[in-house]
């Protein structure tokens, strides 16, 4: 009854067929209340919307001209814009404090080092899990190998730079934020989540009247934030719908369907990693997929649509509460799995890695999968969780294997609809883990 309850079209659905004109409006005005009062259901209509209006600007049915049509994207992309770059401006006091206000309360050094331990445990495994599942897929369907050859090489500037790869000792020494003010500026959400530990972890320690006044600002800090990122989910419904029609306008049905095989390499990737997280839940908490999907479909749906993780934390952390996950657990876990559990980015890295090396022509050894496999691993924990920043890595990866980039193109055609599918799943990670650590988080509380 409950699950009824939560989904009010299937009330809609149950009553009788009528035409009377009373109730006819009666109807009307409880699915308009229905859409209003959800979030979820306003960013689903502008998602359908959307698609619509992208497929009819698209280059298929010539009622614009392409270069009118780029234009008029730009314009209804202009909210999407907007509410991204509210989120973004909030990111970092809002990860910041919620991280130091769930060290900070979340009891013992000794329950911290339990709850950290078994988040790093849960990332690393997940993370690995999903790359070695990309291969698989990827080697088994290998959707590259009937587009060998295809794709002219990008031209200059039309491909993000990689980076290049520093010496792993480099790397690991790196990761601590020698310069605050230039990682804040320069938004190295890595840098912020370690300085966020470090100080997090360092008041837990000092006396708690002398911790008082810093305890209370980071409290005051992340209600702020958090008021601001509602401010932006007024923006929400209408920048699903920009962003859709772009994407739409820009992709364009055809080139979904002539790299099918690519995108369902992934996708189907995805949906075992999915699938994989749910029979988890259902088999250490007791939470059943239904019940669970009941419960974070907002949240994800917003996900899907934002295609980004660290959009979506706030809603992430609320929805973690609705699950019983104890508020300091919320806080500290979810904005380190937005930050750096990024299983759905590791899989399909891995994929593309391996269709760019079928499309040309590179046959990689064991060996050479396996580094494959780290590679990602380390590159996909820590990355930051908005659109587009897998394509760097995902550069850089392939060309430190030597693999030809050329295919990128192609790739970059679907990279924003499996970036929102890639996100879904990323954000799912984040509850998951929240959940199964929420017993851990209920003995904190207790102690």
Same mark, same amino acid.
């Given at each position: 009854?409950?699950?009824?309850?939560?989904?009010?079209?299937?009330?809609?659905?149950?009553?009788?067929?009528?035409?009377?004109?009373?109730?006819?409006?009666?109807?009307?005005?409880?699915?308009?209340?229905?859409?209003?009062?959800?979030?979820?259901?306003?960013?689903?209509?502008?998602?359908?919307?959307?698609?619509?209006?992208?497929?009819?600007?698209?280059?298929?049915?010539?009622?614009?001209?392409?270069?009118?049509?780029?234009?008029?994207?730009?314009?209804?992309?202009?909210?999407?814009?907007?509410?991204?770059?509210?989120?973004?401006?909030?990111?970092?006091?809002?990860?910041?404090?919620?991280?130091?206000?769930?060290?900070?309360?979340?009891?013992?050094?000794?329950?911290?080092?339990?709850?950290? @331990?078994?988040?790093?445990?849960?990332?690393?495994?997940?993370?690995?899990?999903?790359?070695?599942?990309?291969?698989? @897929?990827?080697?088994?369907?290998?959707?590259?190998?009937?587009?060998?050859?295809?794709?002219?090489?990008?031209?200059?500037?039309?491909?993000?730079?990689?980076?290049?790869?520093?010496?792993?000792?480099?790397?690991?020494?790196?990761?601590?934020?020698?310069?605050?003010?230039?990682?804040?500026?320069?938004?190295?959400?890595?840098?912020?989540?370690?300085?966020?530990?470090?100080?997090?972890?360092?008041?837990?320690?000092?006396?708690?009247?002398?911790?008082?006044?810093?305890?209370? @600002?980071?409290?005051? @800090?992340?209600?702020?934030?958090?008021?601001?990122?509602?401010?932006?989910?007024?923006?929400?419904?209408?920048?699903?719908?920009?962003?859709?029609?772009?994407?739409?306008?820009?992709?364009?049905?055809?080139?979904?369907?002539?790299?099918?095989?690519?995108?369902?390499?992934?996708?189907?990737?995805?949906?075992?990693?999915?699938?994989?997280?749910?029979?988890?839940?259902?088999?250490?908490?007791?939470?059943?997929?239904?019940?669970?999907?009941?419960?974070?479909?907002?949240?994800?749906?917003?996900?899907?649509?934002?295609?980004?993780?660290?959009?979506?934390?706030?809603?992430?952390?609320?929805?973690?509460?609705?699950?019983?996950?104890?508020?300091?657990?919320?806080?500290?876990?979810?904005?380190?799995?937005?930050?750096?559990?990024?299983?759905?980015?590791?899989?399909?890295?891995?994929?593309?890695?391996?269709?760019?090396?079928?499309?040309?022509?590179?046959?990689?050894?064991?060996?050479?999968?396996?580094?494959?496999?780290?590679?990602?691993?380390?590159?996909?924990?820590?990355?930051?969780?908005?659109?587009?920043?897998?394509?760097?890595?995902?550069?850089?990866?392939?060309?430190?294997?030597?693999?030809?980039?050329?295919?990128?193109?192609?790739?970059?055609?679907?990279?924003?609809?499996?970036?929102?599918?890639?996100?879904?799943?990323?954000?799912?990670?984040?509850?998951?883990?929240?959940?199964?650590?929420?017993?851990?988080?209920?003995?904190?509380?207790?102690?």
């Amino acid at each position: 009854m409950r699950a009824v309850a939560e989904c009010g079209w299937l009330v809609l659905m149950a009553e009788p067929a009528t035409d009377h004109p009373i109730d006819i409006a009666r109807q009307r005005f409880k699915l308009r209340v229905w859409i209003t009062s959800r979030l979820w259901a306003q960013v689903m209509v502008g998602m359908v919307l959307g698609f619509g209006l992208g497929l009819l600007l698209s280059d298929a049915t010539g009622l614009i001209a392409p270069a009118t049509a780029e234009v008029l994207g730009l314009w209804l992309a202009l909210p999407g814009r907007i509410f991204l770059a509210l989120i973004a401006m909030v990111l970092v006091p809002l990860i910041f404090s919620s991280i130091v206000g769930g060290l900070t309360g979340a009891g013992s050094g000794a329950e911290l080092r339990a709850v950290g @331990l078994r988040l790093a445990g849960f990332i690393l495994a997940s993370t690995t899990v999903a790359a070695v599942i990309g291969v698989a @897929l990827a080697q088994w369907l290998r959707p590259g190998a009937a587009l060998s050859g295809f794709g002219a090489p990008a031209a200059p500037g039309e491909l993000p730079e990689p980076a290049g790869r520093a010496p792993l000792p480099d790397l690991i020494a790196d990761i601590l934020p020698t310069n605050p003010t230039a990682s804040i500026v320069q938004g190295d959400m890595l840098a912020v989540v370690v300085l966020a530990l470090l100080v997090g972890l360092s008041v837990a320690q000092v006396e708690r009247r002398r911790a008082e006044p810093f305890m209370a @600002l980071m409290d005051s @800090l992340l209600s702020i934030s958090m008021n601001i990122v509602k401010w932006a989910m007024f923006l929400a419904p209408i920048a699903v719908f920009g962003l859709m029609a772009q994407l739409v306008m820009r992709t364009g049905v055809e080139t979904l369907l002539g790299i099918s095989g690519y995108v369902g390499t992934v996708l189907a990737g995805l949906a075992v990693l999915l699938a994989l997280y749910l029979a988890a839940l259902w088999a250490v908490a007791g939470l059943s997929p239904r019940d669970f999907l009941a419960r974070a479909g907002g949240n994800l749906l917003l996900a899907f649509s934002t295609s980004s993780s660290s959009a979506v934390m706030p809603v992430t952390i609320q929805t973690a509460r609705r699950f019983g996950v104890p508020e300091s657990i919320a806080n500290l876990v979810v904005p380190l799995g937005a930050t750096m559990n990024m299983a759905g980015t590791a899989l399909y890295q891995a994929v593309a890695i391996l269709f760019l090396a079928q499309l040309a022509g590179v046959e990689l050894t064991t060996a050479q999968i396996v580094v494959v496999v780290g590679t990602l691993v380390a590159s996909s924990i820590g990355a930051p969780g908005t659109p587009g920043v897998s394509i760097a890595i995902l550069i850089s990866v392939a060309t430190s294997m030597g693999i030809p980039v050329e295919g990128m193109v192609i790739i970059l055609g679907v990279d924003r609809l499996l970036d929102m599918c890639r996100t879904t799943v990323n954000v799912t990670g984040d509850l998951v883990a929240a959940v199964l650590l929420r017993g851990q988080g209920e003995a904190v509380a207790q102690g």
